[in-house]
């Protein structure tokens, strides 16, 4: 995982450390979604936000106010913060989507 993260930051010279964190999150957003789809069918989700077993509507839109309220707060913070707060995102999200991963959750699309 820190790999492909690295790859992604080394892969983007042209594009700014900032763009490459915030893909990185997104992307790791959209596995950790992907996760939590195939948890709402197949076993019980541990976020005390969507509930135990919750349905594929309320995992759509939990993620879609996520990525919606993670943005916006970015938007407003002073680029050295900006950045602090991205590659804290990124280490959560990493670390949620590869535990996920160890404990053989799968994605669904």
């Not at 106010?65 to 602090?84: C, F, H, T, Y």
């Amino acid at each position: 995982m820190r790999a492909a993260l690295l790859a992604l930051l080394v892969a983007l010279p042209g594009v700014g450390k900032a763009a490459a964190l915030e893909t990185a999150y997104l992307s790791l957003l959209a596995a950790d979604y992907l996760q939590t789809r195939w948890i709402a069918d197949n076993s019980y989700e541990l976020n005390p936000i969507l509930g135990r077993h919750p349905s594929q509507a309320k995992v759509r839109n939990y993620f879609l106010g996520v990525a919606a309220g993670s943005l916006a707060v970015l938007e407003v913070l002073p680029s050295d913060k900006r950045r602090v707060a991205l590659i804290c995102m990124v280490g959560l999200e990493g670390a949620t989507v590869a535990r996920n991963l160890r404990i053989g959750v799968r994605f669904k699309f």
